[in-house]
């Protein structure tokens, strides 16, 4: 089995992929999990989230997932085929980060005993994707708002370390507390 791709070179041919597949569709974009952290194998997928400003259709999305899996399958990862990649709007995220429900949900998590649908979720995948380690292949605002919202979220909740491991995010980034003022 040969050792996984050097990250800076995936960020780079995510980031052509990316021109190539959805040009100015697409707002943000960044790699995170395994990849991002330097941790991957080849049997690793390659986690990437990308962000647009009005829904990409369910067609499209479904291109766009075969898409990166042949892109994952080329670079010697083997990707996730149910995900391969996850693409929300920037709304989508917006609302996720400002909704009690997902702040009940997170809090739920720690509960004795639960059974938690909420790990399936969108609004759990945002959270990973937003407060784990990353690589950006696409920066913008928004993803510079998102990252603050989701950091305003974690700073909210408290003992992050807790609730990111049961959330799944196996490789966190430093929160920026510097810029949070409050929840």
């Known amino acids: 089995m040969n050792p996984a791709p050097d990250p800076a070179d995936v960020q ?82 917006q609302r996720s980060l400002a909704s009690r429900e997902t702040l009940l949900q997170v809090l739920a998590l720690s509960a004795p005993g639960a059974e938690n649908n909420f790990l399936q979720s969108d609004d759990a995948e945002i959270l990973r994707a937003l407060l784990g380690r990353r690589l950006t292949v696409r920066p913008s605002p928004h993803l510079d708002d998102l990252t603050l919202r989701a950091d305003t979220f974690a700073a909210a909740i408290g003992n992050q370390t807790a609730w990111l491991h049961l959330l799944g995010v196996k490789h966190p980034r430093p929160l920026l507390h510097a810029r949070i003022e409050g929840p």
Do not use: K
């Open 12 to 93: 780079h041919q995510v980031h052509q992929w990316l021109c190539q597949t959805l040009g100015q569709q697409a707002d943000a974009a960044f790699i995170y999990g395994s990849v991002a952290a330097g941790m991957a194998t080849p049997a690793s997928d390659i986690d990437c989230v990308i962000f647009t400003t009005r829904n990409l259709g369910h067609g499209h999305q479904s291109r766009i997932r075969a898409d990166f899996a042949t892109l994952q399958q080329r670079l010697g990862y083997t990707p996730d085929l149910s995900y391969p990649i996850e693409t929300f709007t920037v709304d989508q995220c």
